[in-house]
């Protein structure tokens, strides 16, 4: 007995020592794979950037070292990062074209419009672009159609069909748990409470994103149509035929492609235009080999460029316990725009702001920074998808604006939804209240007992419209507007930047390059650089949040299920979680 008992300790420790040898091992492997994948790439004579356009993009990239195991630069994919690799692209003369490799790419259309524009920049030094793909999804077929050859698999789909917007509404949902929202507003056109207590979009809500969709289009179409010789005409009935069921042939006739191919195939086209021989290789570089291509050495003042992206908050916490890991904490912003304005080293900054706004309370602390931020050097905003109503907020004091076409912005208004969970507590649990107080509102939003009364509403009604008329001044005294000229454009009214630039929203169409360009004119700096803020997390930091940002198990089989179903239990057992002063975009728009 004893000398089995031996036996087992003996075999319990030599498994416990081969996991601590074998982890050992696989963290060094992972150190070593991230160690050769910063290093400094060479790039060989009639090389080609391959693109990948598939998966989301965000404003900022980061690491994802799983990615060295996968290969999936989708993963980790930044818009900062792709319009860098195809500047080095551009100006590196062993860099002789793009080849974009297409897919299900999932993204809002002004990043679309930017990765777009920093493409036919990049046709203009006389190099090529080269797509291919199996599917295109509408999004990855506007950015590919810039393309000196767009290419199909023979049986490939291009998912054309125009823009529609679908907001869900979760009234009756709601209703069947108990449960229904107190609500006061600002602005007719402050749709966002609507979800929680309609049934379907009010007229206000219908005209704003009818006329910002139809915006969105027609930049998409104009620009396609002068890519590909096709009349916006011809676009339009195209969607309408919904190109994704019909034949592969049919695309070849419309003009929507050039070619179609299997993917082996491709090779030849592009050693043709490369003028290499047949059994020649192609040197290829992905977008990870990009980002380790070295720059031109340049010399001069920094301008910073400051990314802040997601829903506003003022704690975290809030954000991430339900698994949102994108969004803008005033604190931590303040902090850091407060550090770049002591910092003499930087001499500009551009906020690359890609929001939808949120907590009121939070864009009034930030819109303070930024007001702090330019009386000491220029700030120029950088808008992406989004920069609507508490992001417009904190965009308002900037020194000028710089917004893509079809970026949506605006959304000056404010709005509280406060659950009243007294229907699901009293009368379908038969939880019950009594109370004792001292004044005459020591119990108020307490809605677990009770919905508001009259005078709760209105008192709560009053606070809210002293946030408006606030947010209103703030945008009055940022852009040098009256009040009175604001409350025309205001009401909570959603406004596509073609339409901003002609209210005084925002100063300038374009993307990042052009702000950071303004940045430096108004800083008078004749050379600079620039250099991102935040800075990027640690890759062991990455990698540890890469295997637990997709939240519990159960959570994950939840969404699995449900699907787009899932949204609607999120909304519930969150809705309590935000604070009650909201200033966002109308709520889970969905723009397709």
């Given amino acids: ?332 912003v303040c902090k850091d725009l407060e550090d770049l304005m002591n910092d003499d080293d930087v001499k500009a900054v551009v906020v690359r702001i890609n929001s939808g706004g949120g907590d009121a309370y939070a864009s009034e602390q930030m819109w303070h920074q930024m007001s702090e931020l330019r009386k000491v050097k220029p700030v120029v905003v950088s808008m992406g998808d989004y920069a609507a109503s508490g992001a417009y907020y904190m965009s308002a004091p900037a020194s000028w604006i710089v917004a893509q076409p079809n970026t949506l912005t605006g959304s000056i208004g404010i709005f509280a939804v406060i659950p009243d969970f007294s229907g699901l507590v009293t009368t379908k649990l038969g939880v019950r209240f009594d109370e004792v107080k001292t004044n005459r509102h020591s119990t108020f939003g307490n809605l677990m007992a009770r919905p508001f009364n009259a005078e709760e509403t209105a008192m709560l009604q009053a606070s809210v419209n002293r946030g408006y008329s606030l947010f209103r001044q703030r945008v009055a005294d940022g852009r040098h507007l009256t009040i009175e000229s604001v409350e025309k454009i205001a009401q909570g009214r959603v406004w596509l930047a073609t339409d901003a630039l002609n209210i005084k929203l925002v100063d300038q169409l374009g993307g990042i390059d052009d702000a950071v360009k303004k940045a430096a004119e108004l800083a008078k700096l004749k050379e600079y650089y620039t250099s991102d803020y935040p800075a990027a997390a640690s890759w062991i930091d990455n990698l540890l949040n890469s295997m637990t940002s997709s939240g519990t198990y159960l959570d994950t089989q939840l969404r699995q299920t449900l699907g787009e179903l899932y949204q609607p239990f999120t909304v519930l057992r969150s809705i309590d979680k935000r604070e009650a002063i909201q200033a966002r975009i109308p709520y889970a728009i969905s723009i397709k």
């Fill in 1 to 332: 007995m004893k000398d089995f008992i031996k036996s087992v300790l003996a075999t319990m420790v030599g498994i416990f020592g081969f996991f601590i040898v074998m982890g050992v091992l696989t963290m060094m492997s992972i150190i070593g794979m991230v160690a050769s994948s910063s290093a400094a790439q060479n790039v060989e004579e009639n090389s080609v950037f391959v693109l990948n356009l598939s998966g989301t993009i965000s404003d900022q990239g980061t690491d994802n070292p799983l990615s060295l195991f996968t290969g999936d630069d989708s993963q980790s994919t930044g818009l900062n990062n792709i319009l860098s690799a195809i500047k080095k692209a551009k100006t590196n003369d062993d860099i002789k074209g793009i080849y974009i490799e297409a897919g299900a790419l999932i993204t809002n259309y002004a990043t679309l419009q930017e990765i777009r524009n920093a493409l036919a920049d990049f046709r203009k030094s006389g190099k090529w672009i080269v797509a291919y793909g199996d599917y295109y999804t509408q999004g990855a077929y506007y950015v590919a159609s810039v393309a000196n050859k767009v290419y199909i698999n023979p049986k490939g789909i291009v998912d054309w069909h125009g823009i529609g917007a679908q907001t869900m509404f979760y009234k009756d949902f709601m209703a069947k748990f108990g449960v229904k929202c107190e609500v006061v507003k600002v602005g007719t056109f402050k749709s966002a409470t609507e979800t929680f207590t309609e049934e379907k979009m009010s007229d206000a809500n219908r005209l704003q994103t009818q006329t910002f969709i139809n915006g969105t289009w027609q930049n998409i179409c104009t620009a396609v149509s002068k890519s590909r010789g096709i009349s916006i005409d011809s676009l339009n009935s195209y969607a309408d035929s919904y190109l994704a069921l019909q034949s592969t042939e049919m695309l070849m006739k419309a003009k929507m492609v050039d070619g179609m191919m299997y993917s082996d195939k491709v090779k030849d086209a592009v050693k043709k235009m490369m003028k290499l021989e047949k059994d020649d290789d192609i040197a290829q570089l992905t977008l990870n080999d990009m980002l380790n291509v070295k720059d031109e050495k340049v010399e001069g003042d920094k301008i910073a460029i400051y990314y802040a992206s997601g829903d506003i908050v003022q704690d975290p916490k809030a954000a991430t316990m339900f698994g949102n890991n994108n969004y803008i904490a005033s604190r931590k």
